[in-house]
């Protein structure tokens, strides 16, 4: 296996061939020490795809998918880049797990790379190894992120959405994850708001621009710039991820996405050490 550079201190690459031949309950414990695994050169019909990833636990589906009207209940998720869509679009996604929710559970995502332009370096698909970081966070952030309630609220036109609060871990063992959501950057298209308890709006912006500022430390983030044909593999457990914003008429990107949880047996055995 070809490993990442070491300043990164996570992240596995491994060889197209040797992902197909290794059984998933060791790319299971890889991804449980490194956090991510990328897959070069690799080939996937949409079918081969879902085959692929649902040997991994079971399938988070989405009800409706309009890029595949014959689907019921789609297990694979085109994301195609329509400036119109803000969470699969090619704006900036901010920093996130998936998931959230108790019917909305994601453990592995799934990012296979079916077409990309290269016409320029943005749309980078950006990972943050947030078990370090919070190690080693500075004590003023840490007394924010550990000890106040975080909040947030969808953005749906002119309908007010109900602040919901999020907690900033949830789980234990193996369900352990952190689910912190970073809010959009000032001036891009935005689906959800943030706040934090006791904190003014300003001191708010200020206190998640300090946070994304340690994450995105090189000691902690890797930033991945996608080519046709590749496959990346997140533990949603251990990352945190965003997307940068991309260019709305110069460049090509079409990932087929797909999203597994632990069947409920599995998920014993401690993750915070």
Known sequence: MNRMPEFTLFGEVIDANEILRVQVTDIKSLLLRKGFIIVNDISFTREEFAMFFSGFGDVVRFVTDPLAPDYKSSDVTVLQGRPDDIVAGRGQLPLHADGGTTDFIVDHLFLFALEVSTSDNGGATCLVNYRLANLELPESLRRILFGRKHYMRIINGDVEQTWKEIPVFSGMGRAFRMMIYFPFDEGQPASWECAVEGLTTAE??????????????????????????????????????????????????????????EPADELSGDMRS
């Open 204 to 261: 708010c912006r200020q206190y998640y621009r300090d946070l994304q500022a340690f994450y995105r430390q090189p000691r902690y983030y890797y930033r991945h710039y996608w080519t046709q044909n590749q496959l990346l593999i997140c533990d949603n457990r251990l990352m945190l991820h965003e997307r940068e914003p991309y260019s709305s008429d110069g460049q090509t990107r079409i990932l087929m996405r797909g999203l597994t949880r």
